[in-house]
C-alpha cells in the first residue's frame, strides 16, 4: 500500500495528456449544430402524453421500492462555472436512505480525497441522481437539491464495520421519474455474453502510471504497485 500511495501522490492528476498516437482534432460543421430548443424539437415526435406526465414532486411506494433495492447510482453536479462532473457511489442495497418522501440521504465514503462532487454541491447544490439495480433495464432518476451535512446522529446510523461517513449528502427532491430499458437492452449491459475480459486492458495503477510519471519496466515491481492497490481497497473501503 505505501509503495503505491507514494507513486499516486507524485502523480500530476490536472490536465493529463495520454501518451501515445493523438487523433486530428474533430471540428463541427456550425452548419449542422443544433442551437435552439426549437431547432432541436423539430427532430423528433412530440412527447407521449405518458412521458410528459410520469413526472412526480415526491417519492411514491414504487420510486422508494426501487432505491431500497439500488446498491449503485451515479451523481450529477456542477461547479459554480457550469463545469460538469458525474461520480459513482455504491454500497449494500438501500445504502441510500429515505429519510421522507421528499428527502434522502447518501453516505460519502472513503474515496481518493478529490472531492470533486462535494466541493460541486458547495458552490451549485442542483444535483441529478440515477439509480440502479442489478438485473433491472430500468432506472430511477432523482434531480433536486443537496447539502451536505455532518449530523453525528445520521452519520451513525449509515456506519458500516463500526465507520461513520464523514459527510451525508442530504437531497431535497424536486422530480422523480423511472427511466425506459431501452439503453440497458440496447447496451446488454447485464447480458454475461458481452462481458469483457478486464485482463485485455491495462490495470489502473499502470493506465495512471503512464498518463502520469510513467509506468515501471519491470513487471515485478507493477505487479507489487497492482498488489498494493488491491491492499489498500481492503483497508480503506469504509
Request: hydrophobic content about 40%; charged content about 25%; proline content about 7%.
Amino acid at each position: 500500500m505505501v509503495l503505491f500511495e507514494a507513486l499516486v501522490r507524485s502523480c500530476t492528476f490536472t490536465h493529463l495528456v495520454a501518451k501515445g498516437d493523438v487523433m486530428a482534432d474533430f471540428k463541427v460543421d456550425p452548419n449542422f449544430e443544433i442551437t435552439t430548443e426549437e431547432g432541436l424539437r423539430s427532430l423528433f415526435p412530440e412527447v407521449s402524453p405518458l412521458a410528459s406526465v410520469k413526472c412526480l414532486p415526491a417519492l411514491d411506494k414504487h420510486a422508494t421500492d426501487f432505491i431500497q433495492r439500488s446498491p449503485f447510482i451515479c451523481i450529477g453536479t456542477q461547479n459554480g462555472d457550469g463545469k460538469a462532473d458525474v461520480s459513482p457511489r455504491g454500497d449494500p442495497a438501500g445504502f441510500v436512505r429515505v429519510l421522507d418522501p421528499h428527502t434522502l440521504a447518501i453516505p460519502d465514503r472513503p474515496g481518493n480525497n478529490r472531492l470533486d462532487s462535494l466541493s460541486n454541491i458547495v458552490a451549485n447544490p442542483t444535483v441529478g441522481l440515477l439509480f440502479i439495480v442489478p438485473g433491472f433495464d430500468e432506472t430511477l432518476r432523482v434531480n433536486g437539491r443537496a447539502r451536505l451535512v455532518n449530523d453525528p446522529s445520521l452519520l451513525d446510523s449509515m456506519s458500516i464495520n463500526g465507520r461513520a461517513p464523514r459527510v451525508a449528502i442530504v437531497i431535497e427532491i424536486h422530480e422523480v421519474f423511472l427511466h425506459c430499458a431501452k439503453a440497458f437492452r440496447r447496451s446488454k449491459l447485464w447480458d454475461p455474453e458481452q462481458f469483457q475480459d478486464r485482463s485485455e486492458m491495462p490495470s489502473l495503477s499502470r493506465i495512471i502510471l503512464d498518463q502520469t510519471t510513467g509506468a515501471p519496466n519491470d513487471e515485478t515491481e507493477m505487479r507489487q504497485i497492482d498488489e498494493s492497490l488491491e491492499e489498500t481497497y481492503r483497508q480503506t473501503m469504509y
